[in-house]
């Protein structure tokens, strides 16, 4: 799947906590399978070494995925 021109779906961060707080760093994207099983399919940039990775929507697709 070329996901070059498709809008991320969802995008993955690194959270380090620090003394002076949180820094998060995207290490992630994530996009809808084309298969229609439900998955996802997942282009990471870096890999944290805690392992840990959040996943958060990306900007506007809040309002295409209640549509």
Not at 29 to 49: I, M
């Amino acid at each position: 799947m070329d996901t070059s021109d498709t809008p991320a779906y969802y995008r993955g961060y690194h959270v380090q906590e620090t003394a002076a707080g949180n820094i998060w760093t995207r290490v992630a994207t994530a996009w809808p399978s084309p298969n229609d099983q439900g998955g996802f399919t997942v282009t990471l940039l870096a890999v944290p070494l805690s392992g840990t990775i959040v996943f958060l929507p990306s900007p506007g697709t809040e309002k295409a995925a209640a549509t």
